[in-house]
């Protein structure tokens, strides 16, 4: 898996809920290591196409990673196959502790591994070894997305799919998770696929953007594309190239 071959290959992608196709032949390519943002107006489809993603939607195609067919592995195995993701508003289960959730992310790793995480966890995320205790349906947005990122690096899988990371949080909260997501990346050639409204968050942080709308993506811009001025007046309400 070396840098500059995709390593998601997402292929024809259709999907939806009954009779209502939210998306429509979609594709995405990305390179080991890189941060892609999807942008798009509300109920363009972006949490539709990370639902996908991780079978938690039905759709046609194809979703291929690290050279792994994902069509037929459920949700519950993802993590198991290099996969995880943050659904928004965070993976919380209200009755567990954010102890308890950290413990079932690393339950699938050694001893030794485990061990060498909690470390990692206590210093990336100090706040949440003093909440260890707290049941996680007491914790703030922020501290809940916060334990999700946590749970992301207890699991160290290489995709992370994210969808809405930064919905209602404060701006220091954001530029928690923007800083970790960018460190992970550069130190640990983290593969990351999220989903944004925060223009400004996902500018910072993503090497590409993909607009969605009417169902279909565009293709990628890099950052001297994406940072030109009027580029979200330009891309995402008038034609986007297909």
């Not at 990351?192 to 993506?217: C, M, P, Q, R, W």
Request: hydrophobic letters at 40%.
């Amino acid at each position: 898996m070396e840098a500059g071959h995709d390593i998601l290959k997402i292929v024809n992608l259709t999907a939806g809920y009954g009779k209502n196709t939210v998306l429509k032949g979609v594709k995405v390519l990305l390179d080991k290591g890189e941060i892609s943002c999807v942008v798009g107006e509300e109920g363009a489809g972006k949490s539709t196409l990370v639902k996908a993603i991780v079978r938690q939607v039905k759709y046609k195609g194809d979703i291929i990673f690290g050279g792994v067919q994902l069509n037929g592995i459920p949700t519950s195995k993802m993590t198991e196959n290099r996969v995880d993701f943050i659904a928004q508003g965070g993976n919380i289960l209200k009755g567990l502790t954010v102890e308890e959730h950290i413990c079932l992310a690393l339950s699938d790793r050694s001893k030794s591994e485990q061990g060498i995480a909690w470390k990692e966890i206590e210093e990336t995320f100090p706040k949440m070894i003093t909440l260890k205790k707290q049941v996680a349906g007491r914790l703030s947005g922020g501290e809940r997305m916060i334990l999700s990122m946590a749970c992301l690096l207890a699991t160290d899988a290489e995709l992370w799919i994210i969808d809405e990371p930064t919905a209602g949080l404060a701006p220091e909260t954001c530029n928690v998770i923007g800083s970790f997501l960018t460190r992970m990346q550069k130190e640990r050639s983290k593969t990351i696929l999220l989903t944004e409204h925060n223009y400004d968050f996902a500018f910072h942080i993503a090497n590409s953007v993909v607009v969605l709308k009417d169902g279909t993506l565009s293709h990628k811009y890099l950052k001297d594309e994406f940072n030109q001025p009027n580029f979200i007046e330009t891309n995402l309400y008038e034609t986007v190239i297909s």
